[in-house]
């Protein structure tokens, strides 16, 4: 049997482990006074001396970002270090004015977390390696095309000094759908913390790294150390989305796995992800750690957190609000989901759980308003001024004002469309519920101009009521109550 023939017949498991950069939701930037808020402003018009770099200049750290960090290792349920300090990571890239980037090296702020995550159907927890503070380069902009094809590159330095964390996994991942569902369940807390803002430019990139390793070298999950040590990594880089993260590590275990049973070795380097291409290049060879040469920052000196993690505080996280839904409001699983899925969402929900019925209230928050703002490309935030509103037209329901029907198709959508009031929409429709004796009458008059289907109701044909029930809603404009209705007809059918 040949090498080549013995390799192609190895069957391999993908070992990935994560580093994902989240920029911290701070007014202004770690080391200095710029403000974070330039997703309009003209390039490099939100820096100064500290963040370009500018010899003489001196950092001085933001408290906000170490407690947006503290805040983010309680949700990880991590370490905390009561010590923490700042080294200086030195390379040479055009985004970094510096040449160094001030980051975290041995003492990090956060250690040993772990988050639970649900995938097919089954619950892993992937563990935390640790997660430190940085400074975040500033962006490159590649002119016609990607970096691999681009005629030349801009630099904009605003992003320069942005509070980023760096979260960095153990390699627990054997396959790129874990990945997609760890990065969706990170980004929830974060968003819960109040410490994270997915609009923003670059908010949350991944760097992956990624080896294929031989399945004899598992015991159940677990890989050998000493193998996995052994085995060449690729790193790949520039994925910033859940669906990109599962894209480029999909091609890469299949590019890897195709090299393998060429009898081609796979090179340790680093690659860049070609969204538009939806293929990884390579960029360089990968670096030891040895290579960025890291020492003590010496403008910045020790931080003590033990006081600020005594006063920070967090909020109840998703996966405890979803099971309190479950429990207090008697939802089910797919509704909880739903109403959980940011925390405006849920603050929504509650109020409106309070004040009616929590199964109207599920109901018209995770199905219709969701349902609606989804179809618009919406989200709650976007309303977040007009919620008395959308609590007024579930008042006008619950008190029988108006139709479910006439609510969800008229009145909601015109609501959205037009940003009208609903009690304004109702009327210039003329919307509001017909009164006892219109409906009488319509029962009426459907009944005399429809003998066929009263026939069809005696014999027992199911569609003959329901029938029956659309012509009076069609005489009265949608206005009268279908169960009233329907029970209407009845007691005259059975005269």
């Given at each position: 049997?040949?090498?080549?023939?013995?390799?192609?017949e190895?069957?391999?498991?993908?070992?990935?482990?994560?580093?994902?950069?989240?920029?911290?939701?701070?007014?202004?930037?770690?080391?200095?006074?710029?403000?974070?808020?330039?997703?309009?402003?003209?390039?490099?018009?939100?820096?100064?001396?500290?963040?370009?770099g500018?010899?003489?200049?001196?950092?001085?750290?933001?408290?906000?970002?170490?407690?947006?960090?503290?805040?983010?290792?309680?949700?990880?349920?991590?370490?905390?270090?009561?010590?923490?300090?700042?080294?200086?990571?030195?390379?040479?890239?055009?985004?970094l004015?510096?040449?160094?980037?001030?980051?975290?090296?041995?003492?990090?702020?956060?250690?040993?977390?772990?988050?639970?995550i649900?995938?097919?159907?089954?619950?892993?927890?992937i563990?935390?390696?640790?997660?430190?503070?940085?400074?975040?380069?500033?962006?490159?902009?590649?002119a016609?095309?990607?970096?691999?094809?681009?005629?030349?590159?801009?630099?904009?330095?605003?992003?320069?000094?942005?509070?980023?964390?760096?979260?960095?996994?153990?390699?627990d991942?054997?396959?790129?759908?874990?990945?997609?569902?760890?990065?969706?369940?990170?980004?929830?807390?974060?968003?819960?913390?109040?410490?994270?803002?997915?609009?923003?430019?670059?908010?949350?990139?991944v760097?992956?790294?990624?080896?294929l390793?031989?399945?004899?070298?598992?015991?159940?999950?677990?890989?050998?150390p000493?193998?996995?040590?052994?085995?060449?990594?690729?790193?790949?880089?520039?994925?910033?989305?859940?669906?990109?993260?599962?894209?480029?590590?999909?091609?890469e275990?299949?590019?890897?796995?195709?090299?393998?049973?060429?009898?081609k070795?796979?090179?340790?380097?680093?690659?860049?992800?070609?969204?538009?291409?939806?293929?990884?290049?390579?960029?360089?060879?990968?670096?030891?750690?040895?290579?960025y040469?890291y020492?003590?920052?010496?403008?910045?000196?020790?931080?003590?957190?033990?006081?600020?993690?005594?006063?920070?505080?967090?909020?109840?996280?998703?996966?405890?609000?979803?099971?309190?839904?479950?429990?207090?409001?008697?939802?089910?699983?797919?509704?909880a989901d739903?109403?959980?899925?940011?925390?405006?969402?849920?603050?929504f929900?509650?109020?409106?759980?309070?004040?009616?019925?929590?199964?109207?209230?599920?109901?018209?928050v995770?199905?219709?308003?969701l349902?609606?703002?989804?179809?618009?490309?919406?989200?709650?935030?976007?309303?977040?001024?007009?919620?008395?509103?959308?609590?007024?037209?579930?008042?006008?329901v619950?008190?029988?004002?108006?139709?479910?029907?006439?609510?969800?198709?008229?009145?909601?959508?015109?609501?959205?469309?037009?940003?009208?009031?609903?009690?304004?929409?109702?009327?210039?429709?003329?919307?509001g519920?017909?009164?006892?004796?219109?409906?009488?009458?319509?029962?009426?008059?459907?009944?005399?101009?429809?003998?066929?289907?009263?026939?069809?109701?005696?014999?027992?044909?199911?569609g003959?009521?329901?029938?029956?029930?659309?012509?009076?809603?069609?005489?009265?404009?949608?206005r009268?109550?279908?169960?009233?209705?329907?029970?209407?007809?009845?007691?005259?059918?059975?005269?």
């Amino acid at each position: 049997m040949t090498a080549q023939s013995s390799r192609a017949e190895v069957d391999y498991q993908a070992v990935i482990g994560l580093e994902v950069h989240v920029q911290l939701q701070t007014r202004t930037k770690i080391f200095c006074g710029c403000s974070t808020d330039f997703g309009a402003s003209q390039p490099n018009t939100h820096t100064c001396p500290v963040c370009l770099g500018l010899p003489g200049a001196l950092p001085v750290l933001n408290e906000a970002a170490v407690e947006a960090a503290i805040k983010v290792g309680k949700a990880l349920d991590a370490e905390i270090a009561t010590t923490t300090r700042f080294h200086r990571k030195n390379y040479f890239y055009p985004d970094l004015p510096k040449n160094y980037q001030i980051t975290q090296y041995d003492e990090p702020i956060c250690r040993d977390g772990e988050l639970e995550i649900s995938h097919r159907g089954v619950d892993r927890t992937i563990t935390i390696e640790r997660a430190h503070l940085e400074e975040d380069p500033g962006s490159l902009q590649h002119a016609g095309g990607s970096i691999a094809t681009a005629e030349y590159t801009l630099i904009d330095y605003n992003r320069a000094g942005v509070p980023l964390m760096e979260i960095v996994t153990a390699p627990d991942f054997r396959e790129p759908g874990e990945i997609r569902a760890f990065l969706a369940k990170l980004e929830e807390v974060l968003s819960y913390l109040g410490v994270y803002d997915a609009s923003r430019d670059g908010s949350l990139r991944v760097d992956a790294n990624i080896s294929l390793i031989d399945k004899d070298a598992f015991e159940g999950d677990k890989v050998d150390p000493e193998r996995l040590k052994q085995a060449n990594r690729t790193e790949v880089k520039n994925i910033s989305s859940h669906k990109g993260a599962e894209r480029a590590l999909s091609y890469e275990i299949t590019r890897q796995r195709n090299a393998l049973r060429r009898d081609k070795a796979v090179a340790q380097e680093t690659r860049h992800w070609d969204e538009n291409r939806g293929i990884t290049v390579g960029l360089r060879t990968k670096e030891a750690e040895a290579d960025y040469r890291y020492f003590r920052e010496p403008d910045l000196p020790p931080i003590r957190t033990d006081t600020l993690v005594d006063v920070v505080t967090i909020p109840e996280l998703p996966d405890a609000r979803r099971d309190r839904f479950a429990k207090e409001y008697g939802l089910d699983p797919e509704a909880a989901d739903k109403l959980t899925s940011t925390k405006q969402v849920a603050d929504f929900y509650e109020r409106i759980a309070q004040a009616f019925d929590p199964e109207l209230a599920a109901t018209w928050v995770a199905d219709e308003l969701l349902g609606e703002l989804n179809y618009r490309d919406m989200t709650i935030t976007d309303i977040d001024d007009r919620l008395d509103q959308f609590h007024r037209l579930i008042e006008l329901v619950a008190e029988e004002s108006i139709t479910a029907k006439n609510a969800r198709e008229v009145v909601l959508r015109t609501m959205l469309d037009e940003g009208a009031d609903p009690d304004e929409i109702v009327e210039a429709e003329g919307l509001g519920m017909s009164d006892d004796d219109e409906v009488a009458l319509a029962v009426e008059a459907a009944i005399d101009e429809h003998p066929e289907a009263v026939a069809d109701f005696h014999t027992g044909e199911d569609g003959a009521l329901n029938f029956l029930v659309g012509q009076v809603m069609r005489k009265t404009g949608g206005r009268a109550d279908p169960g009233a209705v329907n029970e209407l007809l009845r007691e005259q059918l059975a005269e």
